[in-house]
């Protein structure tokens, strides 16, 4: 079936303009994350959604960073005024949801660069 | 709060030889797992490791766990260039739903 999907697969923007990166989950997948990876930074953990649960949002680096999932599915992550530190890739995985060790299924990424 | 520590950073390897990547955690972390990426490529899924002495293979990759120690393996066995890639561990703690990611370490075998 299907897997992870993002869009776009690459994003170029000027600094302090928002940018929106588009996830779509394998379907029927309750739990839904997003990582950073960057070479300062490695691989961290940015937000998940659990179901109609309130997310974990621990793992947003600032207030210009939010995300929402609509209908359970798709999710949109939004960065406003972008820096240039905002440079990376944003992988979005999902995963069944059923137990919290449920394996994560990776998308392909959307490589950020802010100029 | 759990941290992850994962060595060599590097590795360089001639085909044929074997050889191990250590990951390391710093508390409590009640699964252990284990990603391939390929350059410009995502995560791709190698073992999940779920409870003490854990052992799972495939193909010439072979993951372990020592909850105990704090200690997973990834062992590599008779290296063929194919196995090119960066190779990361994740723990994720029972109660928490976030992965945290090792440093990666970069395989290159030549032959």
């Known amino acids: 079936g299907a897997g992870v999907s993002q869009s776009p697969s690459n994003k170029v923007t000027e600094k302090g303009k928002d940018v929106e990166l588009r996830c779509d989950p394998i379907?029927?997948?309750?739990?839904l994350y997003w990582y950073r990876q960057s070479l300062g930074q490695g691989l961290e953990f940015l937000i998940y959604?659990?179901?109609?649960?309130?997310?974990?949002k621990s793992g947003l680096p600032s207030d210009r960073f939010s995300a929402e999932r609509t209908g359970g599915s798709v999710s949109t992550l939004t960065i406003q005024r972008t820096q240039q530190e905002d440079s990376a890739v944003y992988l979005c995985?999902?995963?069944?949801?059923?137990?919290?060790?449920?394996?994560?299924?990776f998308g392909p990424g959307t490589r950020l660069t802010v100029l | 709060e759990l941290k992850v520590e994962q060595n060599p950073l590097f590795l360089s390897m001639q085909e044929g030889k074997n050889y191990t990547i250590y990951c390391n955690y710093s508390t409590t972390s009640d699964r252990l797992y284990w990603y391939r990426q390929d350059p410009g490529k995502s995560l791709e899924s190698l073992f999940v490791?779920?409870?003490?002495?854990a052992v799972k293979q495939e193909g010439r990759l072979m993951a372990s766990l020592d909850t105990k120690a704090r200690l997973s393996t990834l062992h590599i066995t008779a290296a063929v260039h194919d196995l090119s890639a960066t190779y990361f561990c994740a723990g994720q703690s029972y109660n928490t739903d976030k992965l945290i990611f090792g440093t990666g370490t970069r395989l290159q075998v030549f032959p």
């Open positions: 490791l779920l409870s003490n002495g």
């Open positions: 995985a999902s995963s069944e949801g059923l137990f919290l060790w449920d394996e994560q299924f």
């Open positions: 959604f659990q179901g109609n649960s309130a997310p974990d």
């Open positions: 379907s029927g997948h309750t739990a």
